[in-house]
């Protein structure tokens, strides 16, 4: 549990960098030689490898990939009419969100006779990585499957490990099929990533994955998208976090329950909560205390509480300076005047305010998404968004008199660089014009 409540002003720079640091990421010479072995086998072996290894991992003997066309069909009946309703209506808040985010053709004559566009085009191929530890997340599916939809990209690719029937849950199936996701394959763990970036006999590769997994699966991703040519992942993944920021108008139960939602991630997540009230970080602290005693997961909740943060800060203006220097993930404002705070706040992954957002909103039905940066990442990787799942490049066209108008500058830098091929292609053509226009 938090034990202390500590006092920021009290803090030396070495101390108070020391409390924003964050758990450890398991970043070993196993782990990296671990994946490398298993990366080495799916290359070498194809899908024989890839059988093996979720026979050693995931202790189960496929003879297919592929998901039967009966589970396929049979996913959607298998579900209570309030699961699907539920699936159906998450997929419609998040669609509506994202569909605002497509990007129009940008064209703009620079001068007479140059015209430059940039043009949008989506990801021709993609792969979804969807964990299944302790819990099916349909949720994911939709915040990675909907933009793969709307940006039109032509392959879509889920991955999902298998449950001990090699089978893949219903809820999953059902937000994939939402999302017209027609290819979906039973593996999980780092030779899923293996699969989808170098190919197998079932999986033809993709040119960037998508998705959250543990730290093999972050590991192989990494160590992938520095050996295959071409291939990309979406960001750097580390533990769930959260920072709110409340002050003392706020509802300690509220704020305590938020702090829970994500402790309850896993043990290495961390929750921080900054407040110029000391009374509020107390009744957050008996709050945590009365609350994570009801979690189904309270035994990885209260390993996550032992190394989260309860904060003491001078003001509010204060708090948003340490918040901006951390970068959380998630970033919930509990203040009475939220609006004007959040133009002070700048570094995170996505912000929740007001009393009545609470971070499960994002995780699930308000339209965001909820694939995010963490470990600091905040500060210079955006949030998920349409425009991963597509490419942006430029063209050009430039007329004669536009090649003239712009003829001088472009020779001037050329010769200032000693790059003389660069200026005689433009010299030759002036040249051209010139004789011809003499004729």
Excluded at 408 to 437: M, P, W, Y
Aim: with cysteine.
């Amino acid at each position: 549990m938090i034990k202390e409540i500590i006092n920021w002003q009290a803090l030396d720079s070495q101390a108070r960098q020391s409390v924003l640091s964050r758990p450890a990421i398991a970043e070993n010479g196993l782990l990296s030689q671990q994946v490398t072995n298993i990366l080495n086998k799916v290359k070498n072996d194809g899908d024989k490898g890839v059988f093996e290894l979720t026979e050693k991992f995931d202790g189960i003997k496929l003879s297919s990939l592929i998901l039967s066309p009966e589970v396929l069909n049979n996913a959607k009946s298998a579900l209570s009419a309030e699961r699907y309703a539920a699936i159906e209506t998450a997929y419609g808040q998040i669609k509506r969100f994202h569909q605002a985010q497509i990007a129009q053709d940008i064209t703009v004559e620079t001068t007479p006779g140059v015209t430059c566009t940039l043009k949008t085009e989506a990801i021709e191929s993609v792969g979804l990585y969807i964990p299944a530890g302790s819990a099916p997340l349909p949720s994911t599916v939709l915040m990675l499957g909907v933009p793969s939809q709307l940006a039109g990209c032509k392959r879509t690719v889920l991955v999902c490990p298998p449950d001990k029937q090699g089978n893949i849950a219903n809820e999953i199936i059902v937000a994939a099929q939402l999302c017209e996701i027609d290819e979906i394959y039973t593996v999980g763990g780092a030779q899923a990533c293996a699969a989808l970036a170098f190919g197998t006999e079932s999986i033809k590769p993709v040119n960037k994955i998508f998705g959250p997994g543990n730290k093999y699966v972050t590991e192989a991703k990494k160590q992938l998208s520095q050996l295959v040519t071409g291939f990309a992942i979406d960001m750097p993944a580390g533990p769930s976090e959260v920072l709110v920021i409340g002050d003392k108008n706020a509802n300690p139960s509220f704020i305590a329950a938020d702090l829970l939602s994500q402790a309850e991630h896993g043990p290495d997540s961390q929750v921080i909560l900054l407040s110029d009230s000391r009374t509020l970080l107390e009744g957050v602290q008996q709050e945590l205390n009365k609350q994570v005693v009801l979690l189904s997961r309270k035994d990885i909740a209260e390993q996550a509480l032992k190394q989260s943060r309860l904060i003491l800060c001078e003001d509010l203006e204060q708090a948003a300076e340490v918040s901006n220097e951390y970068g959380p993930e998630h970033l919930i404002i509990q203040t009475r005047n939220a609006q004007e705070l959040l133009t002070k706040l700048r570094n995170a992954g996505s912000i929740f305010v007001g009393a009545y957002t609470p971070e499960s909103a994002g995780d699930y039905a308000s339209g965001t998404n909820h694939v995010l940066p963490t470990y600091g990442y905040s500060k210079v990787i955006s949030s998920l968004s349409l425009a991963d799942f597509s490419r942006r490049y430029t063209v050009q066209e430039i007329t004669p008199q536009g090649l003239a108008s712009i003829a001088t500058c472009i020779t001037e830098l050329t010769d200032a660089e000693g790059l003389d091929a660069h200026k005689r292609a433009v010299t030759i053509r002036l040249d051209e014009l010139s004789n011809g226009s003499k004729s």
